[in-house]
Structure formats: structure tokens, C-alpha cells
């Protein structure tokens, strides 16, 4: 039996706790922007631009114009500075370190912003037990991305100016990992409708962790340039599958090894994808759905056409970015539809102030003020929104 808790119960329901869903959404922005930034670094080949971690001094650019010197000489003497880029004057690499140095800013940026309210909220006693335990993890999550941040550049820093693209994929996967976490506080807030049948529950899993394994693929595509490979769609140069993409052997090593094959692999497995997202957009709306049906639907369009556009166009830094942000939100909604649908989950655990009607307890009782969020409470859901165990349409 699934045990009712952080996923399951209805915690919102004063004004007061309004602050605490409105940061974890602030959170779940937070890291949409980081992972739009993210990929605008990698796409204008700005990631190798600063060649040291310092986590708190970085925070600050070079100021003034022998820190550049230092910070372009350094640069020049890198891997990337002395064999790709060593045409560069001052000026450009400015452009490319603006791109690094915002998306360490904000990673610092999204820290702060996990441990500053959560310290408030912890000591103001609104947020404890489970809850607060989860918004530790999460800020535990977000320190290991960005160690595993450095380390990826890091991998670019020795002998061969490239990033390796097994721990591009690490970098990206992690990312879209914390954002679910985070989705996952902010869906702690908000009643579950319950909608739609346990296949559709199911089935939303699978999806979920499918999109996950197809942006973990996307990665290899990306950290590899693979998108160039085959400037063609729907074929492959005019063949299918493409010799080149299969030459290695054992086969699987073309999914690790082999440009070819890895561009192969992501476009291949979209079908699969993309069908398993249509199937359940067709299913849910039979369920008598329209929200979520719809939604994924022009989600999976947009994001198959965002990737073909990728493709035609040898990867433009926007067409590129967007088909990154669009995984994203593909992603959550999914897991958002996931959530919807969990038909398994018994009502919250009823107590005291349940026992006669919400309205009638919170007139009476001076308890009745909301209680701390422990990611367990089962304080009764506003006047208009409906309980966990009541089915309900989008
Ligand atoms: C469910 C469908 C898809 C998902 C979830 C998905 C996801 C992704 C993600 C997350 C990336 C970026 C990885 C990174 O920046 O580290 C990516 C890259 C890429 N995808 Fe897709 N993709 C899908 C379908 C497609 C399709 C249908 C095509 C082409 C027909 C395509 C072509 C590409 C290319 C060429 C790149 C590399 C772009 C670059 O170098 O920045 N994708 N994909």
C-alpha cells in the first residue's frame, strides 16, 4: 500500500502557508532558468571560458583591466585557449566568460535560495520534520550538481579542449533529477485531483524515466556535436540505419563511443517516446481528461519539431536551447500527469480537527490555525479544491 505522505497530502490551506508554496515554485523557476542558461553556455561555446572553481570569490567577475589580463591569460593557456580559440582578442572572450560567469552566479543564486527560507521557515518552526528534510536534500542535490559541474568542465581542462560528453550527460541529468525533486515540494503543496485510471499512472512513470534516459542520449548528442552528422531528416544521408552509425563492435558501444551512433539512437528512440506520450494523451482523454491530454500533446509536437528544426539547421544556439528548455517541460508535465493520475494513494491520515467539518473546526478551535508543514499534515484542503480520495476531471 502506498504509504500517504510528501506526495500524497493536501497541505495548503491558509494564506500563511502561501509563502511556502510560492518558494518552492520560485525554486522550480530557479532551476528552469539555470538549465536554459546551461545550455545557452554549452551552445556558445562559452563553458570552458573560466578555468578555476573558487565558490565564493567567483562569484564576482574580474575587476578591472589587469584581473582580465590574469583571467585571459589564463585562459589563452588552456587547452581550449591554445588550440581552439587562440585567435581570440579581449573582447571576445568577454562574450564567452559573461555566459560561464552567469551560470555560476545563478547556481550560487539558487543555493541562497534554497537555504536562506528554508533556514527562516525552519526556525520559525513552519517547516519541520519530513518537509524540512527534503528541502535539505534538495539543496544537497543542488551542491553535488554543482561539484558535478566542475568536474565536467574540468574534464575539458586537460590535454583535449572538449568536455566529455558521458559527464555532460551526468551534469544534465542530475539537473533534471533536482528539478523533479523540486516539483516534488511544490506538488506537496497542492491537493491531488486523483485523476485518471492506475494504467495511466503507470504509464506516466515509464514516460518519465524514458524522458530522462532521452535527455541522458541528447546529451551524448550534444557533448559530441553529433548533431551535425546528419544534416538530413527524416533520413540519415539516404540510408537507415546508416552504416557508420553500427560500425563499432559490440554494438552497444555506438551508443557511448560513436558520434554516429549515439545521433542515430536519440532520433530513433523520440518514436518510441513520442508514441508512448501520444498513447497516453489518447487514453487519458477517453478517461474524459482535457488539460493534461492537450498539454502533452503540444509538448511532444513541439518538442520532435524543435529537434528536427535542430537538425536542418546544424544547431542554432536558440532552435538548440529551446529543444532543452522543451525536454524540461515536457519532463515535468509528465511527472506533474504522473502525480495527477496516482490513483493508489489512500486519503491523508485524518485527525482531530478532521473529525467534524473543516469550516466548523477552524470556527471553534484556536488550533485551527494552519500547523507546520511536515510534509505529513492533513490539514483539509480549501473550500473548493478536491480531497485526494475524490475523483475529479481537469
Ligand atoms: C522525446 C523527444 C526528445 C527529447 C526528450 C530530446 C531531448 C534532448 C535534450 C535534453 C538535448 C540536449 C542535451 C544537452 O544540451 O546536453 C537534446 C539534444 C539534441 N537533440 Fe533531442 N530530444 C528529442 C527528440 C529529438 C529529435 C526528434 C531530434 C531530431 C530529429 C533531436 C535532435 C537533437 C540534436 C541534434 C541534439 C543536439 C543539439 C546540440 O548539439 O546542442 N532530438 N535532445
Redesign the pocket.
Known sequence: MVRPGLWHCPAVAAPADRALSRWFVALWVGVGCMLLIG?IT??TGSGLSITEWKPVTGALPPLGAAAWADEFARYLDSPQGRLVNDWMALADFKRIYFWEWLHRLAGRGLGLLVAIPWAWFVLRRKVRGRLALAVLGVFLLGAAQGLMGWLMVASGLVDRPQVSHLR?AAH?SLALLLSLAVLRLVLSQRDRPALGSRLLHRLGGVLVLA?LL??AL??F???T?A?LIYPT?PGFGGAWPPPEALSLRPLWENLFLNPAGMHFA??TT?WA??SGVLLWSVLAWREGQRRLPVLLGVL?AA??GL??A??LLR?PVGV?AA??FC?WL?LSALATATWATNPGAPPCPTDSRRSSSPSASRASSPSASPPAHSGKSAWPPPAGTSSPSTPATS
Open positions: 545550455g554549452r551552445l555532460l544534465l524522458v532521452q535527455a541528447g546529451a548528442v550534444a557533448g556535436h548533431g531528416w536519440h532520433r523520440a517516446v513520442a511532444i518538442q520532435i529537434g528536427i535542430t537538425v544547431v538548440a529543444h532543452q525536454a515536457l
